[in-house]
Nanobody, 113 residues
């Protein structure tokens, strides 16, 4: 079964950090570029970060630059999103996406004191 499963979300205080993970199964993970998106209540889903198949190319939304880092481990079939200096406006459901193939179910990130 082609599947992505996110984990690592939760409640964190402003200025804190979280690392999201996304586990892939059922497809050739190393053949797909991967992305993290997020969707806040009442807003459209937006692209947060992108990583190429071998990890050599990464791109970030302006809101994520210098605070978030996307990475992948093809041997473990995992993609990560390290989020530092979190702000209240980062509160959203975070989704991973294998480009052109499958979405994960999402993990909630809430930044609040």
């Amino acid at each position: 079964q082609v599947q992505l499963v996110e984990s690592g979300g939760g409640l964190v205080q402003p200025g804190g950090s979280l690392r999201l993970s996304c586990a892939a199964s059922g497809f050739t993970f190393s053949s797909y570029g991967m992305r993290w998106y997020r969707q806040a209540p009442g807003k459209e889903r937006e692209l947060v970060a992108h990583i190429s198949t071998l990890g050599g190319t990464t791109r970030y939304a302006d809101s994520a630059k210098d605070r978030f880092t996307i990475s992948r481990d093809n041997a473990k079939r995992l993609v990560y999103l390290q989020m530092n200096s979190l702000k209240a406006e980062d509160t959203a459901v975070y989704y991973c996406y294998a480009i052109g193939l499958v979405w994960g179910q999402g993990t909630q990130v809430t930044v609040s004191s």
